[in-house]
């Protein structure tokens, strides 16, 4: 199934909100627990779902819908899978981040508030700016080219910022062969070459045989270890 995800997000989306979560399946109302707190994203035009009707979704990809607040909100660890959260602002409730479905009006800013949502005006921290997916959603419809849900758009943008604009050269990963310098060369000092011949000096020559270390000094290990004796004057 195609995904505009250009112009206002996935086909999905917009369902996905404006669907009523928190009230008995029409399919299985005479059942318990049967709340709708489902959402299928494969599934275009279906209404949210219970759990006895996850039996025909499955392999599909589903998130759940939760209550906070009397508001409906979707875990950051499910949607980010699928849509682009970035200006959104994310909530914690019990120990997991969140985000809002739908707006939440705020009649009035408390004081000292400095941001708030550019689409119901909710008081934000400064590094956001909508409450809700909603918002974002309707700060597209007012044609922001900076505001996208597309997840191919962000990673693009990632991978672009992370490897540079491309025309920069594969060299920096390619191994280069040794130079000789000065630093090097007193570096080496103490190593020849393995056909036993000393390194050549030059300071821009390159180095093409296999170096090995020279031979250690060999130490006595007995005579190191032996005390001093005791001094005898010689005899008159």
Same mark, same amino acid.
């Given at each position: 199934?195609?995904? !505009?995800y250009?112009?206002l997000?996935?086909?999905?989306?917009?369902?996905?909100?404006k669907?009523?979560? #928190?009230?008995?399946?029409v399919?299985?109302?005479d059942?318990?627990?049967?709340?709708?707190?489902?959402?299928?994203? %494969?599934?275009? /035009?279906?209404?949210?779902?219970?759990?006895?009707?996850?039996?025909?979704?499955? %392999? @599909?990809?589903?998130?759940?819908?939760?209550?906070?607040?009397? @508001?409906?909100?979707?875990?950051?660890?499910?949607?980010?899978?699928?849509?682009?959260?970035?200006?959104?602002?994310?909530?914690?409730?019990?120990?997991?981040?969140?985000?809002?479905?739908n707006?939440?009006?705020?009649?009035?800013?408390?004081?000292?508030?400095t941001?708030?949502c550019?689409?119901?005006c909710r008081?934000l921290? %400064?590094?956001?700016?909508?409450?809700?997916?909603?918002?974002?959603?309707?700060?597209?419809?007012?044609? !922001?080219p900076?505001?996208?849900?597309?997840?191919r758009?962000?990673?693009k943008?990632n991978?672009?910022a #992370?490897?540079?604009?491309?025309? %920069?050269? !594969?060299?920096?990963?390619?191994?280069?062969?040794i130079?000789?310098?000065?630093? #090097?060369?007193?570096?080496?000092?103490?190593?020849?070459?393995?056909n036993?011949?000393?390194?050549?000096s030059? /300071?821009?020559?390159?180095?093409?045989?296999?170096?090995?270390?020279?031979?250690p000094p060999?130490?006595?290990?007995?005579n190191?270890?032996?005390?001093?004796?005791?001094?005898?004057?010689?005899? #008159?």
């Open positions: 199934m195609e995904e !505009d250009y112009n997000g996935p086909q999905w989306l917009i369902p996905m909100l669907s009523n979560y #928190f009230v008995p399946c399919s299985h109302g059942s318990s627990k049967s709340e709708c707190n489902m959402f299928c994203l %494969d599934c275009v /035009g279906q209404n949210a779902l219970c759990s006895y009707c996850l039996v025909h979704h499955k %392999d @599909h990809r589903l998130v759940q819908i939760r209550r906070s607040s009397y @508001h409906n909100v979707v875990r950051v660890s499910e949607i980010q899978k699928y849509l682009d959260i970035s200006s959104v602002q994310t909530y914690i409730i019990n120990s997991a981040k969140i985000v809002f479905l707006e939440r009006p705020q009649p009035r800013p408390g004081k000292g508030v941001n708030t550019e689409i119901c008081s921290l %400064d590094s956001f700016r909508f409450c809700s997916l909603g918002c974002k959603l309707g700060g597209m419809k007012r044609g !922001d900076d505001l996208t849900f597309s997840l758009h962000n990673n943008l991978r672009d #992370f490897y540079g604009n491309g025309s %920069d050269s !594969d060299e920096s990963s390619t191994p280069k062969k130079r000789r310098t000065h630093a #090097f060369n007193r570096l080496m000092d103490g190593l020849t070459l393995s036993g011949e000393r390194s050549p030059s /300071g821009d020559e390159t180095l093409t045989g296999q170096l090995s270390p020279s031979t060999i130490y006595n290990n007995q190191s270890r032996r005390r001093k004796g005791i001094p005898h004057r010689a005899p #008159f």
